[in-house]
């Protein structure tokens, strides 16, 4: 059937009445109530979706976008229809908003199907709000324009700037070491977050922003607008014209999600993720977005991809600035611009242009570009990519190291393992004078990891020990299978692979083990002999930690999760061979 015959808008996706005529009449008469004429109920419709909460501090101007949004729409000529999902307010959620990304996803995913809707601006942008989005419209079978909340302004502090959340950590650990007093950490507080909008930082909602704008689901140029910044509302308004334009288009001018999410663009995705030092949680969402259409996102591809490819944005955590400096200095076009002779250019993007067009287009109109905050590809801020991949007998499948924000000295070490069972345990001795552990020791999280009862955290980013601090101690060696916040700094390796929980060998370590770490040679070791290994296996089954639910939810997610290397989605959510 052609383009030019089938259904569109209210006539789309007919309720199944067993009378297709009855649903129409039906449907246009309920949608009728609501106040539209019959020349608006004739029109295509868009659906605008939206994740909108009192829980999503992030998503405090949500509203506006919203109509923004229809109001680019009605200009197009076309019906806007709005509709919330889940919204996944990262601080506000139990145990980790980790946990509730898939059931987001399959929200976006099921209304899309499900509503007749000719293409649809999604708006989002919270840690795991915007990977939900991008996992849940892969497959949609009407064209997809993200739109992203934009990230928050810095506040003045004592001659200073602040921006969530990479400051608050920071100041956290010197009212930790006694650096600062309760005073102090209060005025901070009040300072960290003060405007609507995803953290000033390259956390993981600015990473995953930079990250859609590369695939080519955002408009060009939208990324990095702050959230307050009028070219916001903007940017919103040109998706809801956009998303109009796609869905009058016919044959290959269409452009699903599918045609625009390929091996390609997440090569140019992970080439940018490098470049930005952006976060380690990109590597999961990115393998979960990208396993929804049967694409891998292999480590070892990503160490090749690091090596070539240095960071280049000067950007907390990794560098100085901010995101509304990077927006300034010509956002992620003009890391693009930098990258371009590393980048696929044949991409499709959402905007009808491929990648090397955009950039074509963007060097006639000789966009500026601030070299101090992006650096140029031959003189960047760092030599090599901001993520590297271990692996070795503590991480056969793979751990995660952000070396963009870690101490090099660190990055070849044997140390000491000092071993915390859980999240309970840690918080229960971490702080204790008595705790038996050295600056040159390795501690050692384990039960964090998706299958965890603890389901994968942002509770990497360990403290160091209060007595260390103290003396002074800013950085030591840290391995979990937990996350960390994109926001986060510090030598820490992330998503051992298997988890504890799921009997992989970081489950058996114990205190006094040797453990060895090379980013050279890509290796993360845990020097006990197999014997030893499988009399520990025998005495405690790692599996053990794994929590037992019942029903709902939880239930579904026990039963179904994947490890960090399946992207910690759900095995029936994957691309089907």
Same mark, same amino acid.
């Given at each position: 059937?052609?383009?030019?015959?089938?259904?569109?808008?209210?006539?789309?996706?007919?309720?199944?009445?067993?009378?297709?005529?009855?649903?129409?009449?039906?449907?246009?008469?309920?949608? &009728? *109530?609501?106040?539209? &004429?019959?020349?608006?109920?004739?029109?295509?419709?868009? $659906?605008?979706?939206?994740?909108?909460?009192?829980?999503?501090?992030?998503?405090?101007?949500?509203?506006?976008?919203?109509?923004?949004?229809?109001? $680019?729409?009605?200009?197009?000529?076309?019906?806007?229809?709005?509709?919330?999902?889940?919204?996944?307010?990262?601080?506000?959620?139990?145990?980790?908003?980790?946990?509730?990304?898939?059931?987001?996803?399959?929200?976006?995913?099921?209304?899309?199907?499900?509503?007749?809707?000719?293409?649809?601006?999604?708006?989002?942008?919270?840690?795991?709000?915007?990977?939900?989005?991008?996992?849940?419209?892969?497959?949609?079978?009407?064209?997809?324009? !993200?739109?992203?909340?934009?990230?928050?302004?810095?506040?003045?502090?004592?001659?200073?700037?602040?921006?969530?959340?990479?400051?608050?950590?920071?100041?956290? #650990?010197?009212?930790?070491? #006694?650096?600062?007093?309760?005073?102090?950490?209060?005025?901070?507080?009040? #300072?960290?977050?003060?405007?609507?909008?995803?953290?000033?930082?390259?956390?993981?909602? *600015? @990473?995953?922003?930079?990250?859609?704008?590369?695939?080519?689901?955002?408009?060009?140029?939208?990324?990095?607008?702050?959230?307050? !910044?009028?070219?916001?509302?903007?940017?919103?308004?040109?998706?809801?014209?956009?998303?109009?334009?796609?869905?009058?288009?016919? #044959? *290959?001018?269409?452009?699903?999600?599918?045609?625009?999410?390929?091996?390609?663009?997440?090569?140019?995705?992970?080439?940018?993720?490098?470049?930005?030092? $952006?976060? @380690?949680?990109?590597?999961?969402?990115?393998?979960?977005?990208?396993?929804?259409?049967?694409? /891998?996102?292999?480590?070892?591809?990503?160490?090749?991809? &690091?090596?070539?490819?240095?960071?280049?944005?000067?950007?907390?955590?990794?560098?100085?600035?901010?995101?509304?400096?990077?927006?300034?200095?010509?956002?992620?076009?003009?890391?693009?611009?930098?990258?371009?002779?590393?980048?696929?250019?044949?991409?499709?993007?959402?905007?009808?242009?491929?990648?090397?067009?955009?950039?074509?287009?963007?060097?006639?109109?000789?966009?500026?570009?601030?070299?101090?905050?992006?650096?140029?590809?031959?003189?960047?801020?760092?030599?090599?990519?901001?993520?590297?991949?271990?692996?070795?007998?503590?991480?056969?499948?793979?751990?995660?190291?952000?070396?963009?924000?870690?101490?090099?000295?660190?990055?070849?070490?044997?140390?000491?393992?000092?071993?915390?069972?859980?999240?309970?345990?840690?918080?229960?001795?971490?702080?204790?004078?008595?705790?038996?552990?050295?600056?040159?020791?390795?501690?050692?999280?384990?039960?964090?990891? /998706?299958?965890?009862?603890?389901?994968? /955290?942002?509770?990497?980013?360990?403290?160091?020990?209060?007595?260390?601090?103290?003396?002074?101690?800013?950085?030591?060696?840290?391995?979990?299978?937990?996350?960390? &916040?994109? @926001?986060?700094?510090?030598?820490?390796?992330?998503?051992?692979?298997?988890?504890?929980?799921?009997?992989?060998?970081?489950?058996?370590?114990?205190?006094?083990?040797?453990?060895?770490?090379?980013?050279?040679?890509?290796?993360?070791?845990?020097?006990?002999?197999?014997?030893?290994?499988?009399?520990?296996?025998?005495?405690?089954?790692?599996?053990?930690?794994?929590?037992?639910?019942?029903? $709902?939810?939880?239930?579904?997610?026990?039963?179904?999760?994947?490890?960090?290397?399946?992207?910690?989605?759900?095995?029936?959510?994957?691309?089907?061979?």
């Amino acid at each position: 059937m052609s383009d030019e015959i089938k259904p569109r808008g209210l006539a789309r996706g007919l309720t199944n009445y067993g009378d297709n005529a009855f649903s129409l009449y039906l449907r246009r008469s309920m949608a &009728s *109530s609501m106040g539209y &004429s019959k020349d608006m109920l004739n029109k295509p419709v868009i $659906g605008i979706c939206s994740s909108g909460s009192g829980y999503n501090n992030c998503h405090r101007l949500m509203p506006e976008l919203v109509e923004a949004a229809k109001r $680019g729409v009605l200009a197009a000529g076309g019906l806007p229809i709005d509709f919330p999902t889940i919204s996944l307010g990262e601080v506000f959620l139990s145990p980790t908003s980790m946990m509730y990304r898939n059931l987001m996803s399959m929200d976006v995913e099921e209304m899309i199907r499900a509503q007749p809707m000719d293409a649809v601006v999604v708006i989002g942008g919270c840690d795991k709000t915007m990977p939900a989005q991008l996992m849940g419209a892969a497959n949609a079978e009407v064209p997809v324009v !993200h739109c992203v909340v934009g990230p928050m302004m810095t506040s003045p502090y004592n001659g200073d700037r602040l921006g969530a959340c990479t400051d608050c950590r920071r100041f956290w #650990g010197k009212y930790r070491a #006694g650096e600062i007093d309760e005073a102090g950490i209060n005025r901070v507080e009040t #300072g960290l977050a003060t405007t609507a909008g995803t953290c000033a930082v390259m956390g993981t909602a *600015s @990473t995953m922003a930079a990250i859609a704008e590369t695939l080519g689901m955002l408009l060009p140029g939208t990324a990095t607008i702050p959230a307050i !910044h009028a070219d916001r509302i903007r940017a919103a308004e040109a998706s809801g014209v956009r998303a109009m334009e796609l869905a009058l288009a016919n #044959g *290959s001018d269409k452009l699903l999600p599918r045609d625009i999410i390929t091996k390609e663009s997440v090569e140019n995705a992970l080439r940018v993720l490098l470049a930005i030092g $952006g976060s @380690t949680n990109a590597i999961v969402h990115l393998t979960a977005v990208a396993g929804r259409l049967g694409i /891998p996102v292999p480590l070892d591809r990503l160490n090749v991809l &690091s090596d070539e490819t240095p960071v280049i944005v000067d950007l907390k955590p990794t560098g100085q600035h901010y995101m509304e400096d990077l927006f300034a200095a010509g956002g992620i076009g003009a890391v693009l611009k930098e990258l371009r002779p590393l980048l696929n250019l044949d991409c499709m993007t959402v905007a009808g242009e491929t990648l090397g067009q955009r950039l074509d287009r963007e060097l006639e109109e000789n966009l500026w570009c601030d070299p101090e905050v992006v650096k140029p590809l031959t003189a960047p801020y760092q030599d090599k990519g901001g993520l590297v991949a271990l692996f070795g007998s503590l991480a056969p499948r793979g751990a995660i190291l952000k070396r963009s924000a870690a101490d090099p000295k660190l990055f070849e070490t044997e140390g000491r393992a000092v071993v915390f069972r859980d999240l309970a345990d840690l918080a229960a001795r971490i702080d204790s004078d008595d705790l038996d552990v050295k600056p040159d020791d390795v501690l050692v999280l384990q039960n964090a990891g /998706p299958k965890s009862p603890a389901a994968m /955290p942002e509770a990497g980013y360990l403290p160091i020990p209060k007595k260390l601090a103290r003396a002074g101690l800013k950085d030591m060696l840290r391995i979990s299978d937990a996350r960390m &916040s994109g @926001t986060a700094f510090g030598t820490i390796v992330l998503h051992v692979t298997p988890e504890a929980a799921d009997g992989g060998p970081l489950g058996l370590v114990r205190d006094g083990d040797r453990i060895r770490v090379s980013v050279e040679n890509r290796t993360i070791e845990l020097l006990v002999d197999q014997a030893e290994l499988d009399k520990r296996r025998a005495a405690s089954p790692p599996t053990a930690a794994q929590p037992e639910f019942k029903r $709902g939810y939880r239930k579904i997610y026990m039963d179904h999760v994947l490890q960090a290397d399946g992207g910690v989605d759900f095995d029936f959510l994957r691309a089907v061979d």
